[in-house]
């Protein structure tokens, strides 16, 4: 009987530092610097920078995209910072680091700013070239072109001419850092004479002379979608010619479905 006793005292002690064993593994898987607690604050954290860098990201798009409808070509940093001061959840936009004394202070030619979301605690800075530029100061490394918004134009009207005839053009800059362009279709309305189509790249050589090649030049519209290599080139114009004379009214060229990424 007194052995009975003393294989369940042994029993219950041995249960009893199996089970301290295995509360001091969850504590120290909980709790050590690598635990579940600090790696949950870590992943919420990184949501939460993630899902404010795509709220910015949004805000640039979209100040792009509005500056194209309206006139045709990119926005300027200085005409960025303007549209983000009047956005509601924006905190600030300066043009140093960690100065939110003022709702907005930039200057006419500012190289970067830095701008805080109201919801978020990160500062971002964007560069003049209209990209993230840091995240609370620690530098963004893009490891390729593809990380610029896309430029998506619905509809780019080229050129609109009284009694046909003539030529028209429109301009889009800025393209160091993307590398593909399409076109959706070319379209005319009103015309009986012949209609040259352009796409003209602009370019430096290696003496730093600013060259120009045709990237697409044909006479006929087309609905089919068409991709093209811009890498080489900074700026690109679109361009209509029309041979057409002595027609009534006006006289429309559009490139439609246009996207630069």
Known sequence: MKKQKAITLISLVITIIVLIILASVAIYLSLSNNGIFVRSKQAK??????????IINLKITNCQMNKYVEEQKMPTLKELSISLKDDSEIEYVTEKSQIASTKYEVG???????????KYPYEFEINSSLQLASIDGNKLVTSN?????KICIEQYRVVLL???GGEGENLIDKLENYNTLTVGSRTRNRVSG????????YYEDSEGKTK????LNTTSPSNVIETFNIEKYKKIMFKVVCTATGGSGWCSYYFKNIEIF
């Open 45 to 54: 954290e990184a949501t939460n920078k993630q899902t404010a860098t795509e």
């Open 212 to 215: 120009t090649e045709n990237i």
């Open 145 to 149: 072109n593809n990380t610029l918004p």
């Open 162 to 164: 009284a009694e046909c």
């Open 108 to 118: 006419e030619n500012p190289n970067s700013i830095y701008t805080k979301l109201e």
């Open 194 to 201: 012949t209609t040259y189509w352009r796409i003209i790249g």
